[in-house]
């Protein structure tokens, strides 16, 4: 599904190295999740892979079904079927929740070469996966992520990706400002989206999520490298110990 | 007193070209002494504060710089309105409906004009004449008001316009339809709407290369004004628009207008509230492209009764090197207690060259009061627009929805959700033209 070779990754206007060599495969139907310290690289590579502006590519390569990524525009890696889940989802004054959803899916199915929906099947579609993530008709008409709790915008991107049915989904801290509950109710819509022709690259800071979100494959990030790669086993090893242990054996 | 001696040259310039006065006595009258206050007030100049960031010789000039032609407009089809085509300024009677309709009369100036006594008289020219005069402030103390004298001009040599006199609730909206075959046109409308009565104006397309368009809408007791304007679009257009309201008590004024680039838009709009719990807003959305365009509102609201409320509400979309201006006022009376005042400019620049010239002007004299007003420049937001293109939105739409999501606080002003479609429809189309 994802084959990400040698990374290497600058910011543009600092000149600063974050990704340093990143190697990473992420199967079809699997969900793989990175677990690393604050700076260590999780959101750049989640930026770098959904065409954000403000990086650059120095080395290696990024390819999603074979298909090379790293030179396409955000919109074109969204049709191919990419999805980040934003850790901070930004709000759009102006743009309705549902114009905004309807733009997007249409946008994407005429990309591909596909029929759009229709208004009605639209409605009927949103409707009912809104419900399933207790999302209500007031958020689905009110303006993209504005006046939305924390909560609710988590709730939303998983809305997105329900709409959206991309084949890749990156979830960058998505259980960031999230309760107990909350947390339940975005893993409970990530779990319903998972399939055997879907994967999932789960970026967390802490194992609880992965309680909910039950990973294949863990990975530990550090200076823009991935230094270790085990089961569910190695997140609860962090959870218990932190990082220090993984990072001294890493520099030893 | 004498005017400098830069204002005295341009205004005799004019004067030496305007024909006498004529027609029916009530209306020479009006013209002769309109004539005189232009004489008096003398035209502006790039110097006088309600001109400096604009270019007044646009319309001191006596020849138009520009010749523009447009086809027939018919955005407001949708609506069914009773229409009315001007063809550079000339009512086009073959084009137009019947000057019928329930609830309203409908005249022509120009045949009004032969008659010596007609209703209007009430009206012409008296907006603008209050607007023009030096009266004494509460207090006693004489108030001298901003000089209009390009409104003093089309009163005393309007030829034409629509007169309406409203006596009843009427439903289906008068279009003013507008059409240049490159030459200038100068109107003159009148709306008098009695008490308790509404009417829904609407104008829309290119009347000439250069044009002055004016309108005096005086609006009774618990009656309602509304007005929605699609300016004609042309690159080199030179549009005067001015827009003189006085409001009774309860009565309810909302006008919008949408302008697309031109050289020389200037839009006036001189509101005057002088009925308790009157509601006034104006509101307008510009999309401005090009570094020949300019676009200046200027709007000054006038609270002199209590309870009252006014928005102004504008935006500004602007690219390689258009500019936008706005000068916009709320003077509150001492009596006008508990006025509620709202006043908004926004711009969105979407490169380096193109500027927003903002002038908020607050002027209190009550004391129980709120008014608040604001003006932002600002990029188009790159946060956003990741977020949409991440979703598979294509980058120019993305900045299509971003710039109707901008504009859209303006829209809302007008009442009628039909009209809010009409204008979202025309913002998108003229976006959409410009990705090509």
Known sequence: MLEIKNLHVELEEEDKKILNGLNLTVEAGKVHAIMGPNGSGKSTLSYVLSGRDGYEVTDGSAELLGEDILEMEPEERAAAGLFLAFQYPVEIPGVGNMTFLRTAVNSQRKARGEEELSAADFLKEVRAKAKSLKIDADMLKRPVNVGFSGGEKKRNEILQMAMLEPKMCILDETDSGLDVDAMKLVADGVNALRDEGRSFLVITHYQRLLDHIKPDVVHILYKGQIIKTGGPELALEVENNGYADLIAAEEA | ?436
Request: hydrophobic share 40%; with cysteine; aromatic share 6%.
């Open chain 2, 1 to 436: 007193m004498a005017l400098p001696k830069e204002k005295q040259e341009v205004t005799d310039a004019m004067l030496s070209h305007l024909p006498e006065a004529t027609g029916g006595n009530w209306i020479k009258t009006a013209r002769s002494a309109a004539m005189d206050r232009l004489a008096s007030l003398g035209l502006p100049v790039k110097r006088d504060e309600y001109w400096k960031y604009g270019d007044p010789t646009h319309w001191t000039a006596v020849e138009p710089k520009f010749t523009t032609t447009s086809e027939a407009s018919q955005v407001f089809d949708g609506v069914e309105p009773l229409t009315l085509v001007f063809v550079d300024g000339v009512f086009d009677a073959d084009a137009s409906d019947a000057l019928a309709l329930d609830g309203a009369e409908i005249t022509l100036l120009s045949k009004a004009a032969q008659a010596d006594l007609h209703w209007s008289q009430s009206l012409y020219g008296v907006l603008e004449t209050r607007a023009n005069s030096v009266k004494p402030q509460d207090g006693g103390a004489l108030v001298r008001p901003v000089d209009r004298p390009f409104a003093a001009l089309n009163t005393a040599i309007a030829q034409e316009g629509v007169l309406i006199h409203v006596t009843g609730q009427v439903a289906r909206p008068i279009r003013i339809s507008y059409r240049s075959n490159g030459g200038q046109a100068l109107l003159h409308h009148a709306v008098k709407v009695d008490e308790g009565a509404s009417v829904t104006l609407l104008e829309e397309g290119l009347p000439a290369a250069r044009y002055d368009v004016m309108i005096e809408a005086d609006v009774a007791d618990e009656a309602e004004f509304h007005h929605v304007r699609m300016q004609g679009h042309a690159p080199q257009v030179q549009a005067m628009t001015q827009l003189y309201a006085r409001l009774g008590r309860e009565s309810t004024f909302k006008s919008f207008a949408l302008s697309v680039d031109g050289v020389a838009t200037r839009s006036d709009a001189i509101l005057e509230l002088t009925g308790d719990d009157a509601s006034a807003h104006v509101g307008g959305a510009v999309l401005g492209d090009g570094k020949d365009v300019h676009h200046d509102d200027t709007v000054f609201i006038t609270h002199d009764a209590v309870n009252c409320e006014s928005r102004q509400v504008f935006k500004k979309v602007l690219r390689n090197g258009a500019t936008g201006v706005f000068q916009g006022k709320i003077l509150v009376k001492e009596d006008a207690q508990k006025t509620d005042g709202y006043q908004i400019s926004q711009s969105l620049l979407l490169d380096d060259d193109s500027q927003f010239l903002a002038k908020p002007e607050l002027e209190i004299y009550a004391d129980d009061v709120a008014c608040s007003h604001g003006s932002t420049t600002g990029a188009m937001d790159e946060e956003g627009l990741f977020y949409l293109r991440a979703r598979g939105v294509p980058k120019g739409y993305a900045e299509d929805l971003m710039t109707i999501a901008f504009v859209a606080e303006a829209i809302d002003e007008i009442a009628d959700e039909a009209l809010q479609e009409v204008v979202l429809a025309q913002v998108e189309a003229a976006l959409a033209g410009r990705r090509g």
